[in-house]
Every structure is written in structure tokens, then in C-alpha cells.
């Protein structure tokens, strides 16, 4: 761990036992998985490229897969190789030096080793996983160079989206004006068509009406018709008498 305020120092606590250091590495990766649960996987560190050198990165990561403690690293490695790898700590500091019990631990660790040959057969497997794990870095600098170029192309689909979503609720807004002018349109049909139903009854009425009166006229021209031939017949015997006397 680095000091926030100097991020060339390691922190430093004197006097601190290997338990309390297990507690808070525990304590340190519960607080980071957290963090990057509310951050949607983003994680933000200070990368060292060279020497004295250290700079700001950000990664995409599972907070309950590569999140974990030295101890729990330790064993990850142990079980997926087979190698007889152990971890233990020996607090050393500026003012702490190892006690004697340390000191024995550590040497009965050593002492229960396998034998050299079986330690140089892991050697060369290690060389070999050493392989595989360069092989694999490189194929995943590849990988993550891809991610970068797919973010960027995310970046410009999500800007295509917002635009996109800009035009529909234009449309949308169109829409619903060209539907409210519809339905006033259809309003002034209705209307419309009730007018001319009630000039239609208007018209019938005037209509008949108008045959009524034609009907009435029709009767009066011949009522006089049959009038004016009445009088001429009674006016064509008159004439024969006088004419006579003469």
C-alpha cells in the first residue's frame, strides 16, 4: 500500500502483528469490492510504467473475482499448479525486527520442501506457465486494445441513440399535433354533415313545397282552361241568332 499524499512511500505501521495485517488486507478488499459495485465495475488506480514514474488508470473489472487478498492469490496459484507454494509473513519494519519464533516458523517452513530435483521439475513448470502467462498478458493487451476501439464505437452509437431519440420525440411531437388537428378536423366534419342534414330537411320541405305548388298551379290552369272553353261555348250560340236576324 502507498500513502495518498506521497505515492512513492509505503505505509508504515510499526509495531502492527501479521494477524492485524491479514484483518485489514481483508477489511482493504471488502471496501474496494464495494467501491467498484457502486461504480458499475470501474476501477481507478495508480499505475507505475518506470521507475518514479506513476499515473492514473482505469480498468473494467469483476469486483467479486479479481478482487481478492495475497493469501487468497497464494492459494489460487498453489491449487491451480500443484506447486508446494506457501505464504506467511514476518513483520519487519524500521523500528520491528523478526522475533525468534518468526525466524522458526519461517525455517520449519523451509525444511518441510520437497526434495531438489521435484523443486527443479516445478521450476521448469513455472518457466513454462511464465510462458503462457506472457502469451496470455499479450493477448489480453490485444483484447483490451479491441475493447478500447469497441468503446468508441459504443460512444458514437450512444450519441446516434441520443440523436436518434432527439428525432423520435420530434416525431412523436408531431405526431400528436397532426392527431389533435385530425381529430379537430373531424369535429368540423360532424358539424358540417349535421348543416347540411338540416339544410337537407330544409331543402325537402321547400321542395315539396315547390310540387305542391306546381300541383296547385297544374289544377288552376286547368280550372281556368276548362272556364275559358265554357264561356266560349256559350258565347258561339248568342252569335248564330243575331246573325239570323239579320
Known amino acids: 500500500m502507498r500513502n495518498a499524499d506521497n505515492l512513492m512511500a509505503n505505509v508504515e505501521y510499526p509495531g502492527i502483528e501479521v494477524d492485524e495485517i491479514l484483518e ?67 513483520p519487519v519494519s524500521d523500528e520491528t525486527a523478526p522475533e525468534e519464533k518468526d525466524l522458526d516458523d519461517m525455517e520449519e517452513r523451509v525444511q518441510r520442501l520437497q526434495d531438489l530435483e521435484e523443486i527443479y521439475a516445478k521450476d521448469k513448470q513455472l518457466e513454462a506457465l511464465a510462458s503462457e502467462v506472457n502469451i496470455i498478458s499479450k493477448g489480453a493487451t490485444e483484447v483490451q486494445e479491441e475493447l478500447h476501439h469497441k468503446d468508441a464505437e459504443v460512444v458514437g452509437l450512444r450519441a446516434a441513440l441520443r440523436c436518434s431519440a432527439k428525432l423520435l ?50 289544377a288552376a290552369q286547368f280550372r281556368l282552361t276548362q272556364a275559358a272553353r265554357g264561356s266560349v261555348n256559350l258565347m258561339v250560340p248568342g252569335t248564330s241568332d243575331t246573325a239570323s236576324g239579320c
Request: proline letters at 1%; one cysteine or more.
Open 24 to 90: 485489514i488486507e481483508q477489511q482493504v478488499k471488502e471496501e474496494v469490492q464495494a467501491r467498484v459495485r457502486r461504480a458499475n465495475g470501474l476501477f481507478m488506480y495508480w499505475h507505475e510504467p518506470r521507475e518514479f514514474v506513476s499515473e492514473e488508470k482505469i480498468e473494467h473489472i469483476n469486483a467479486d473475482l479479481e478482487i481478492k487478498t495475497l493469501h487468497e492469490i497464494y492459494e489460487e496459484v498453489a491449487t491451480e499448479t500443484g506447486f508446494d507454494l506457501r505464504y506467511a509473513r514476518i
Open 169 to 218: 420525440q420530434k416525431a412523436e411531437k408531431d405526431l400528436l399535433e397532426t392527431h389533435h388537428e385530425l381529430e379537430e378536423t373531424q369535429l368540423k366534419l360532424l358539424e358540417c354533415k349535421r348543416r347540411m342534414t338540416s339544410k337537407e330537411s330544409e331543402v325537402r320541405v321547400w321542395i315539396e313545397r315547390y310540387e305542391q305548388v306546381m300541383l296547385d298551379l297544374h
